[in-house]
T-cell receptor, first 114, second 114 residues
Framework: AQSVAQPEDQVNVAEGNPLTVKCTYS??????LFWYVQYPNRGLQFLLK??????LVKGSYGFEAEFNKSQTSFHLKKPSALVSDSALYFC????????????FGKGNQVVVIP | DSGVTQTPKHLITATGQRVTLRCSPR?????VYWYQQSLDQGLQFLIQ???????AKGNILERFSAQQFPDLHSELNLSSLELGDSALYFC?????????????FGPGTRLTVL
C-alpha cells in the first residue's frame, strides 16, 4: 500500500520569502507523485506531477517540486510566496504498476503573511 | 474552473434522511471519483466509476451508494444520514481509469446533517 506523510500541519511564511511544503512517500515500485492545492470553499486543483525523467518538475502558478528518490521525498517549492498562495496543499502518490489507488496526505495549511 | 460540476452546492438535512449528490465530469472524461472531506478524517476516497462500471471502492459506508449513467454523470446516494456524515463531498474526473492520471475536482457539495 502507498502512503504520504506531510509532517507539518501549518507552514507560515512571509510574503516574498521562499515557500517549501514537505512531503515524503512510501510506495512499492516507481511512484507517480502529485501536488494539489485547495483554496477556501473550492475543490482541489492539480498543480503538478512527477512521472519520470527530470527530478525538478515545474507546475502552475510558479510552483515546482523536487523528486528525491533516496530520501523518498517530493517537496513543493516556490521561490517567492504571494499572499494569494495561502491555501491547503495536498501531496499524493500512486504506484506506477498495478491498479492501485491514489493516496493523499492529510494536507498542509500554508499561510503567507503580508 | 475545472469543468467538473456538482449540485447542489449546499445541502442541509436531518438525521435519518436520504440525499442524492450529482456530478457531471469534464467533457471527454470517463472516470468519476467520489471523495469525502472532513476535519477529522481528511480527504477520503469513497468510490470510482469508469464508463458506467464500478472500478474501485474505498472507505464507503454501506449506507452510501453511487452510480454512473450512460451520459457519464454520476450520483452519490447517502441514506440513513447521521450527524457524522456532515462533510464536503467532492467529485473528480479523469480521462482514464488509472489513478496515475491527474484528477480534476468539482467545487464540492457541503452536506450538513442536523
Amino acid at each position: 500500500a502507498q502512503s504520504v506523510a506531510q509532517p507539518e500541519d501549518q507552514v507560515n511564511v512571509a510574503e516574498g520569502n521562499p515557500l517549501t511544503v514537505k512531503c515524503t512517500y512510501s510506495v512499492s515500485g516507481n511512484p507517480y507523485l502529485f501536488w494539489y492545492v485547495q483554496y477556501p470553499n473550492r475543490g482541489l486543483q492539480f498543480l503538478l506531477k512527477y512521472i519520470t525523467g527530470d527530478n525538478l518538475v515545474k507546475g502552475s502558478y510558479g510552483f515546482e517540486a523536487e523528486f528525491n528518490k533516496s530520501q523518498t521525498s517530493f517537496h513543493l517549492k516556490k521561490p517567492s510566496a504571494l499572499v494569494s498562495d495561502s491555501a491547503l496543499y495536498f501531496c499524493a502518490v500512486v504506484s506506477y504498476y498495478g491498479n492501485n489507488r491514489l493516496a493523499f496526505g492529510k494536507g498542509n495549511q500554508v499561510v503567507v503573511i503580508p | 474552473d475545472s469543468g467538473v460540476t456538482q449540485t447542489p452546492k449546499h445541502l442541509i438535512t436531518a438525521t435519518g434522511q436520504r440525499v442524492t449528490l450529482r456530478c457531471s465530469p469534464r467533457s471527454g472524461d470517463l472516470s468519476v471519483y467520489w471523495y469525502q472531506q472532513s476535519l477529522d478524517q481528511g480527504l477520503q476516497f469513497l468510490i470510482q466509476y469508469y464508463n458506467g462500471e464500478e472500478r474501485a471502492k474505498g472507505n464507503i459506508l454501506e449506507r452510501f451508494s453511487a452510480q454512473q449513467f450512460p451520459d457519464l454523470h454520476s450520483e452519490l446516494n447517502l441514506s440513513s444520514l447521521e450527524l457524522g456524515d456532515s462533510a464536503l463531498y467532492f467529485c473528480a474526473s479523469s480521462f482514464r481509469d488509472r489513478d496515475t492520471n491527474e484528477q480534476f475536482f468539482g467545487p464540492g457539495t457541503r452536506l450538513t446533517v442536523l
